[in-house]
């Protein structure tokens, strides 16, 4: 089986507006940052997998169930589903701190989905908008990491230290054209 290049996305702060210090606990109060799909869509056009990997702690304290969590994630794919831009694989952390192994900055998630796809990580990226995104990518051994700037303090930039979803896409890209360059031997 040929592997492929994926691109890892966080959830809250990237593929959706922050919930701030709260959590997203509904699907009513799930709002798509602007400019995502497009984003996913041009991945999925240059042929790399997607795949969500999110930290939901609001499962672990109690505050939504399981049921909850999948109704969100559900309506997520719907509605990127519409734009061409639908997750191959969204994979969510639930465990509260010390209660299991696969809380960022643990690369788990990760290579959970390299297990259920032919990834090809050293050639893969990452966004994300914590310092926790951005361990785990180097935990992983991810070739590139995308640091969305947010609320969050930045100790970890990752390769590019980005302020908009365009920037993002942007940082994509050139990542891609000069990872093309490199496969052509330029």
């Given at each position: 089986?040929?592997?492929?290049?994926?691109?890892?996305?966080?959830?809250?702060?990237?593929?959706?507006?922050?919930?701030?210090?709260?959590?997203?606990?509904?699907?009513?109060?799930?709002?798509?940052?602007?400019?995502?799909?497009?984003?996913?869509?041009?991945?999925?056009?240059?042929?790399?997998?997607?795949?969500?990997?999110?930290?939901?702690?609001?499962?672990?304290?109690?505050?939504?169930?399981?049921?909850?969590?999948?109704?969100?994630?559900?309506?997520?794919?719907?509605?990127?589903?519409?734009?061409?831009?639908?997750?191959?694989?969204?994979?969510?952390?639930?465990?509260?701190?010390?209660?299991?192994?696969?809380?960022?900055?643990?690369?788990?998630?990760?290579?959970?989905?390299?297990?259920?796809?032919?990834?090809?990580?050293?050639?893969?990226?990452?966004?994300g908008?914590?310092d926790?995104?951005?361990?785990?990518?180097?935990?992983?051994?991810?070739?590139f990491?995308?640091?969305?700037?947010?609320?969050?303090?930045?100790?970890?930039?990752?390769?590019v230290?980005?302020?908009?979803?365009?920037?993002?896409?942007?940082?994509?890209?050139?990542?891609?054209?000069?990872?093309?360059?490199?496969?052509?031997?330029?």
């Amino acid at each position: 089986m040929i592997k492929r290049p994926a691109v890892f996305f966080d959830r809250d702060g990237v593929v959706n507006v922050s919930p701030g210090s709260g959590y997203v606990l509904r699907v009513a109060d799930f709002q798509l940052m602007p400019g995502i799909a497009d984003v996913l869509a041009w991945c999925k056009a240059q042929g790399f997998y997607t795949v969500l990997v999110t930290s939901q702690q609001g499962v672990g304290k109690g505050l939504m169930s399981l049921a909850d969590l999948d109704a969100i994630h559900d309506s997520l794919q719907a509605r990127l589903a519409r734009h061409g831009a639908a997750f191959d694989r969204i994979y969510s952390c639930t465990e509260l701190a010390g209660q299991g192994t696969r809380r960022k900055p643990s690369p788990e998630m990760i290579f959970e989905a390299e297990a259920a796809l032919p990834i090809d990580l050293p050639a893969s990226a990452l966004v994300g908008d914590h310092d926790r995104d951005i361990q785990m990518a180097r935990n992983a051994g991810l070739g590139f990491a995308i640091r969305l700037a947010s609320d969050n303090a930045v100790n970890e930039t990752g390769d590019v230290l980005t302020h908009t979803i365009a920037e993002v896409m942007a940082a994509l890209q050139r990542w891609h054209a000069t990872a093309s360059l490199r496969a052509q031997g330029g």
